[in-house]
């Protein structure tokens, strides 16, 4: 394992799943965490992140110099490369001066173990108020910019480094490949991780956890429920059953997929629950999100109760109580939520929508230390068809939260259509891979006036809101083709009557969240 040290900027995740693109497993821990703690894991590198503080400000985290003095390799990046300046004796300047975007960098020594075969006149991502003029003791300085004489250091001797800048984001132009000299020459690891290691680890965990039990797993349509399935299903074979709950909110053609593509994939024992009435009925009156989504999540929650208890009876006399529920958490969630160790602080609402405290079940949780790429990786692996794969997320509480308003089913009709145009114009056009994904949201509660025909309208908008992402936490909004766009809305407009106008989100994230709601 390697650790990545976390200084509190929004960094860290980032480069752990930079590591993993090298092949090398990470994982994310708090700067608070005892250095003890941390040796305690075994780890076979360190890496200590960015952060947002300046290493002379009164409240700056530290770091334990008996860190440096285990005989592990480490790695500091900006604050953590400032941290190890000044903790090993280097001399840090508070210049008053921020750095920040994109600087060249000239690498003073070339063939150092962490700049061998880049340029010597690299682009990189600096951020940073900060800066050394001074390395520590037993370092070559190996880079260097205007503004920064000490841009990089390193010793070999002793197995440290650290770079001023950011190698883990795209501008930094060679970054990947000094992250990976770092892991491979100056760390000594081999590229191992892979998608067949993560398979098998799981599922011997997962036998270990289930033993001779029973689990369900909710099926949302999505790619996570769908490989935590495939993966527990390996495990412990028709001790899984799925259940698929049919809430209503569900878009056109996906409950026939899961039912169709799924269970011919995998084999899995599946349970359709037909629960739109229950649903709607739930959601009626209610136009608050926050109040949806935990409707929603209650809702899911008794149905899968439900659920269990006839699964259970249908397997006849003898049988015990469920007691495992199979997530699709990802990793992402488990760090936002507090640092990724211990029992499950999940972050659920990203499952289902919020789980109630006294929940009867134990959880099953294959992908809590996955990121999205890594999880299509092992679906690949374990032989799920490419719709499944590739499927752009969607979320649990489905179209109940992309209707601004009260939730019916009139309303949900609609949206339907409008969605279906909006992802066929999209598949059509060979953008599903270009983009993270595209809420079509419905905003029932305002109406503005159109002509069609001969008449005068007076209708819903409709909201286009395609987005590019890695993972999720932050986006942009997507560039579409405006004949596509010109498509989707002359198709929306036509074909579902109650739409009169058809609008675009052009907002990033931040500040506005992937959904509406
Ligand atoms: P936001 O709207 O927070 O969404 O930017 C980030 C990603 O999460 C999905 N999402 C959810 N997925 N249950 C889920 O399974 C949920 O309650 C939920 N809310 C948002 C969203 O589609 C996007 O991919």
Known sequence: TVLVVDFGAQYAQLIARRVREARVYSEVVPSTMPVEEMLARDPKAIILSGGPSSVYAEDAPGIDRALFEAGVPVFGMCYGFQLMAQTLGGTVDNTGRREYGGTALTVTRPGSTLFEGTPVEQSVWMSHGDACSAAPEGFAVTASTDGVPV?????????????????????????????????????GLRPTWTAANVVEEQVAAIRAQVGTKRAICGLSGGVDSAVAAALVNKAIGERLTCVYVDHGLMRKGES???EKDFVAATGVQLKVVDAEKRFLDALAGVSDPEEKRKIIGREFI????????????????????VEFLVQGTLYPDVVESGGGTGTANIKSHHNVGGLPEDLQFQLVEPLRKLFKDEVRM???ELGLPEEIVHRQPFPGPGLGIRIVGEVTKERLDLLREADAIAREELTAAGLDRDIWQCPVVLLADVRSVGVQGDGRTYGHPIVLRPVSSEDAMTADWTRLPYETLA???TRITNEVAEVNRVVLDVTSKPPGTIEWE
Not at 152 to 181: C, I, K, N, W
Not at 302 to 321: D, K, N, T, W
């Open 256 to 258: 026939e997929q899961v």
């Open 151 to 187: 841009a990089a250091f390193e010793d070999d001797e002793r197995r440290l480094y650290g770079v001023q800048y950011h190698p883990e984001v795209m501008h930094s132009t060679h970054g990947q490949q000094v992250l990976e000299h770092f892991l491979y020459r100056g760390a």
């Open 487 to 489: 498509r989707i809305s």
């Open 302 to 321: 008794r149905v899968f109760e439900q659920a269990a208890s006839e699964i259970v009876a249908e397997a006849g006399s003898g049988e015990e109580a």
């Open 378 to 380: 092992v679906g690949q």
